[in-house]
């Protein structure tokens, strides 16, 4: 148990959740039957009010700090970091999703070649190429879901400009997270509507939803997915 614990520390501080410490962790684990990320991340007021020590105010500070990793966004690196795949630490989750991408990482691993991929990069030896391959398998369906439930945004490719911002919604064919990898270098993800959102992508070019309500107002240009990435070519 006490395993367990140190891992979903190091989980949720690895993807940005800093005030839970061990023992709240402890107390989640026996009370509350939280056996990983997925599970602190769906955690309720009311759940927490469970807790030892927890009033209304502990509660909502605790879920507050939960919630602040999906308004604030992760990076890719920061899933795959949170997962604790032996030999794969902050550094190494980094490089991987530098070079690859997260959803592509997690194709590349699917693959029969996907060792000799990796051994491809300095540093990663036949062993880490190995245990990273199985890691990643063996832990597909929960980056999955970890990829799908939380908010990401990504590096920017080139700190000397800005890139151009793109906000997403509606229900697209795909999980938004496919959109995200196709945008991923030529845009920067937010979630919001302002003045500063150069485009807003839209599921339906006839939606009236309060994003595409604000963007109108705004004057932001507004495009259907398939018009954004036909002008990348993908």
């Given at each position: ?9 190091d989980?949720?501080t ?27 991340l ?51 989750s ?7 991408g ?56 080139d ?8 906000c ?22 937010v ?15 006839l ?6 309500r ?14 954004i ?6």
């Open positions: 148990k006490g395993k367990k614990v140190n891992k979903l520390y989980a949720i690895r993807i940005g959740i800093d005030r839970i410490g061990k023992p709240t962790i402890k107390n989640m684990v026996d009370i509350l039957e939280v056996n990983n990320l997925i599970d602190i769906q955690l309720t007021k009311e759940s927490l009010l469970r807790l030892p020590k927890f009033g209304d105010k502990k509660a909502s500070n605790t879920l507050n700090e939960i919630h602040k990793v999906n308004n604030d966004g992760v990076y890719e690196w920061q899933v795959l970091a949170a997962i604790n795949i032996p030999g794969i630490g902050r550094t190494l980094k490089t991987l999703c530098k070079e690859f997260l959803n592509a990482l997690m194709d590349l691993c699917l693959r029969p070649n996907g060792k000799n991929k990796l051994m491809a990069l300095e540093g990663i030896e036949e062993k880490r190429a190995t245990d990273i391959v199985n890691g990643v398998k063996e832990n597909i369906h929960y980056l999955s879901c970890l990829r799908d439930i939380l908010y990401l945004k990504f590096d920017r490719v700190e000397e400009f800005d890139l151009p911002t793109v997403l919604t509606g229900k697209f064919p795909e999980q938004k997270s496919y959109y995200y990898e196709k945008l991923k270098g030529r845009y920067e993800i979630k919001s509507v302002t003045k500063s959102l150069d485009i807003l992508v839209v599921a339906d070019p939606s009236k939803s309060s994003k595409c604000k963007a109108k107002k705004l004057g932001i240009k507004i495009e259907s997915v398939e018009e990435l036909t002008s990348m070519n993908v």
